[in-house]
T-cell receptor
Framework: GAGVSQSPRYKVAKRGQDVALRCDPISGHVSLFWYQQALGQGPEFLTYFQNEAQLDKSGLPSDRFFAERPEGSVSTLKIQRTQQEDSAVYLC???????????????FGPGTRLTVT | GDSVTQMEGPVTLSEEAFLTINCTYTATGYPSLFWYVQYPGEGLQLLLKATKADDKGSNKGFEATYRKETTSFHLEKGSVQVSDSAVYFCALSRTALIFGKGTTLSVSS
């Protein structure tokens, strides 16, 4: 079956440009997470959706970051006025349950590598 | 707040050597614990997990035991292979996963 897919896989943006990163979770998965992984670091939480509701956005680093999941499936992470510090791999993960507390596996996409020049 | 600390890499081993990657955590309560692996050019995938104290997770010859006394979840494998070369991440779960920084393992034949 299809896993989590993300597009584009690579994105180069000039400083100040807006970018949109797409995540297609596994069909039927209720929960969707976005993470940011800087070079040489572990992934860090950005935001969490349960169906179309954004339940936690505490990890978004600034108001330039915005995420949506309007129909409870595909999600888009938008970064406005990109800065060099936004350069990272952006990972999307989904899981069938309603949160990670029960120890359910999160299924990760391949990530989008964003480079801001 | 909650956090995960894992040993710095890179770890370089010869094939068939014994592997230990240390992982300790700080958290309230008893979160579930995970090891994820990232092979070159691939996405993160679950290697093993443990959901309560004293549970042992195992997969592909790797093992880790949830030790609440020492707040640890060390990853071990008795005999590594070249194909085990990857980056290994220890993580705990709240609503989202909280990851360590990752440990790069390189196995040579």
């Amino acid at each position: 079956g299809a896993g989590v897919s993300q597009s584009p896989r690579y994105k180069v943006a000039k400083r100040g440009q807006d970018v949109a990163l797409r995540c297609d979770p596994i069909s039927g998965h209720v929960s969707l997470f976005w993470y940011q992984q800087a070079l040489g670091q572990g992934p860090e939480f950005l935001t969490y959706f349960q169906n179309e509701a954004q339940l936690d956005k505490s990890g978004l680093p600034s108001d330039r970051f915005f995420a949506e999941r309007p129909e409870g499936s595909v999600s888009t992470l938008k970064i406005q006025r990109t800065q060099q510090e936004d350069s990272a791999v952006y990972l999307c993960a989904s899981l069938p349950g309603t949160s990670g507390r029960e120890g359910y596996e999160q299924y990760f996409g391949p990530g989008t590598r964003l480079t801001v020049t | 707040g909650d956090s995960v600390t894992q040993m710095e890499g890179p770890v370089t081993l010869s094939e068939e050597a014994f592997l230990t990657i240390n992982c300790t955590y700080t958290a309230t309560g008893y979160p579930s614990l995970f090891w994820y692996v990232q092979y070159p050019g691939e996405g993160l995938q679950l290697l093993l997990k443990a959901t309560k104290a004293d549970d042992k997770g195992s997969n592909k010859g790797f093992e880790a035991t949830y030790r609440k006394e020492t707040t640890s979840f060390h990853l071990e494998k008795g005999s590594v292979q070249v194909s085990d070369s990857a980056v290994y991440f220890c993580a705990l779960s709240r609503t989202a996963l909280i990851f360590g920084k990752g440990t790069t393992l390189s196995v040579s034949s």
